[in-house]
């Protein structure tokens, strides 16, 4: 098992870009959510998802758009990259009773 | 890389001593909590949970208390090691109400003086 997988590592931008970011789980878990890091500012959820086709807003969804085809895959979209939205992007999947974080995608916009 | 900044709470404990990690949970109608460890440069990782049926629960160097009178939480790791100085993040949601999604708190760094 691989568990949670996120690509790129890193990734800079510039104002105005698009692009997604890759996340993936081989744990047939039916719950993926999106979060983000900022320095004093702990884990806020973006989007998250409770099955394949399904997905809703988590507390800070604005400039970022997901859609969930299959189980295994959750890619976040930057539609136009800002620099509020320079962060860590964390995926995470999660069985009843735990949840898996992947290694996180440093971003940053310029 | 660091992830989280210079205005985190931060507990310095010498090795071999015991820390106490203290949260504030928001919403009294959570129900499900969890605490969770995170090394620069990494993603979060389950240390241990606990239902609000509970009011401890014991794993391995490691003690979670709930007091649901207060909404506080705490974590314990007993004999501290170099190896725990990460940043400790406590999360909650309402499992009763269909998994609703974790809201995490800001977190406290415990740094291990060898």
């Known amino acids: 098992n691989a568990g949670v997988t996120q690509t790129p590592k890193f990734q800079v931008l510039k104002t105005g870009q698009s692009m997604t970011l890759q996340c993936a789980q081989d744990m047939n878990h039916e719950y993926m959510s999106w979060y983000r890091q900022d320095p004093g500012m702990g884990l806020r959820l973006i989007h998250y998802?409770?099955?394949?086709?399904?997905?809703d807003q988590g507390e800070v969804p604005n400039g970022y758009n997901v859609s969930r085809s299959t189980t295994e895959d959750f890619p976040l979209r930057l539609l136009s990259a800002a620099p509020s939205q320079t962060s860590v992007y964390f995926c995470?999947?999660?069985?009843?009773?735990?949840?898996?974080f992947g290694p996180g995608t440093r971003l940053t916009v310029l | 890389g660091e992830s989280v900044g210079l205005h985190l709470p931060t507990l310095s404990v010498q090795e071999g001593d015991n820390s106490i990690i203290n949260c504030a949970y928001s919403n009294s109608a959570s129900d499900y909590f969890i605490w969770y460890k995170q090394e620069s440069g990494k993603g979060p990782q389950f240390i241990i949970d606990i239902r609000s049926n509970m009011d401890k629960r014991q794993g391995q160097r490691v003690t979670v208390l709930l007091n649901k009178t207060v909404k506080h939480l705490s974590l314990q790791i007993a004999a501290t090691q170099p190896g725990d100085s990460a940043v400790y993040f406590c999360a909650e949601n309402m499992r009763n109400s269909g998994n609703t999604p974790l809201v995490f708190g800001k977190g406290t760094r415990l740094s291990v003086i060898a």
């Open positions: 998802s409770v099955g394949a086709g399904i997905t």
């Open positions: 995470a999947s999660s069985s009843y009773n735990e949840q898996f």
